[in-house]
T-cell receptor, first 112, second 111 residues
Framework: GAVVSQHPSRVICKSGTSVKIECRSLDFQATTMFWYRQFPKQSLMLMATSNEGSKATYEQGVEKDKFLINHASLTLSTLTVTSAHPEDSSFYIC????????FGPGTRLTVL | QKEVEQNSGPLSVPEGAIASLNCTYSDQGSQSFFWYRQYSGKSPELIMFIYSNGDKEDGRFTAQLNKASQYVSLLIRDSQPSDSATYLCAVNTGGYNKLIFGAGTRLAVHP
């Protein structure tokens, strides 16, 4: 149990375009999902906490208008990186929370 | 600011030895503690969690918690080369199971 999927696993896009990443909890209902970003050789940085049916809570320094989070159901949260730039290139990882956090496999975003 | 501290390593141990990974945290109100393993280029994988003072064993892994000292550790017995990874300590700070992660300790198990 506790399987979390992410799609896509890898995406390459041009600067200025928007990219949507989906996170699904496959075998349990997650009232809370989290979005993280990880740059090479650095630790996980929490971007936002997403609760089903309510607005996401963003960490300090994370632009809410640039990183749009939607948590429409207990099994799906999406992160949209709007007007992506090369500095947004990173490994984006979601997690879904039951009593513990279970991570999706991650999405590697490359912005050209 | 709530912090979780880990030695970045690398911690190098021979195959078959015990690897000891340590973590300290600043928030005295923290209630639950987690160890994740992360292979290079992959997402973290939950290994163990511990809520109470003392030891908790699961196979080759033992988590140890000392809330008075604000210290949590992970012991890996009979270390294998496949255990080579970065180990992340995470602390639950309260609402919504939000976790604060340490920077991770890189473990290298050599044959």
């Amino acid at each position: 149990g506790a399987v979390v999927s992410q799609h896509p696993s890898r995406v390459i896009c041009k600067s200025g375009t928007s990219v949507k990443i989906e996170c699904r909890s496959l075998d349990f209902q997650a009232t809370t999902m989290f979005w993280y970003r990880q740059f090479p050789k650095q630790s996980l940085m929490l971007m936002a906490t997403s609760n089903e049916g309510s607005k996401a809570t963003y960490e300090q320094g994370v632009e809410k208008d640039k990183f749009l989070i939607n948590h429409a159901s207990l099994t799906l949260s999406t992160l949209t990186v709007t007007s992506a730039h090369p500095e947004d290139s990173s490994f984006y990882i979601c997690s879904a929370s039951r009593t513990e956090q279970f991570f999706g496999p991650g999405t590697r975003l490359t912005v050209l | 600011q709530k912090e979780v501290e880990q030695n970045s390593g690398p911690l190098s141990v021979p195959e078959g030895a015990i690897a000891s990974l340590n973590c300290t945290y600043s928030d005295q109100g923290s209630q639950s503690f987690f160890w994740y393993r992360q292979y290079s280029g992959k997402s973290p994988e939950l290994i163990m969690f511990i809520y109470s003072n003392g030891d908790k064993e699961d196979g080759r892994f033992t988590a140890q918690l000392n809330k008075a000292s604000q210290y949590v550790s992970l012991l890996i017995r009979d270390s294998q080369p496949s255990d080579s990874a970065t180990y992340l300590c995470a602390v639950n700070t309260g609402g919504y199971n939000k976790l604060i992660f340490g920077a991770g300790t890189r473990l290298a198990v050599h044959p």
